[in-house]
Nanobody, 124 residues
Framework: QVQLVESGGGLVQAGGSLRLSCAAS????????MGWFRQAPGKEREFVAA????????LYADSVKGRFTISRDNAKNTVALQMNSLKPEDTAVYYC?????????????????WGQGTQVTVSS
């Protein structure tokens, strides 16, 4: 059974940093591209960042480029999202997702497995 478990969310002031982590089990982690998505209340789920199975290809949404960094550790079956210079508009539930056949896609329909999400709240 595939499990993706996010952690690291919380409440932070604008300009602060958080590091999200996603621990994967029940899958051959190094075969999967991984992505981070987020969903704010009343809004659709949106792409944040993605990384290929090897870590050699990374994609970012324009809204987070230069502030967020995605990374992975295939030995530990984890993917992380370092978030710096946080803004109130970054407030959302953040989800990690796994995509077997891709290299990292901004399209949420490409991902087969999803975590339960972790709340990030940025106060102004």
């Amino acid at each position: 059974q595939v499990q993706l478990v996010e952690s690291g969310g919380g409440l932070v002031q604008a300009g602060g940093s958080l590091r999200l982590s996603c621990a994967a089990s029940g899958l051959t982690f190094s075969s999967y591209a991984m992505g981070w998505f987020r969903q704010a209340p009343g809004k659709e789920r949106e792409f944040v960042a993605a990384i290929s199975w090897s870590g050699g290809r990374r994609l970012y949404a324009d809204s987070v480029k230069g502030r967020f960094t995605i990374s992975r550790d295939n030995a530990k079956n984890t993917v992380a999202l370092q978030m710096n210079s946080l803004k109130p508009e970054d407030t959302a539930v953040y989800y990690c997702a796994a995509d077997l056949v891709g290299l990292g896609s901004p399209a949420y329909k490409e991902y087969e497995h999803w975590g339960q999400g972790t709340q990030v709240t940025v106060s102004s």
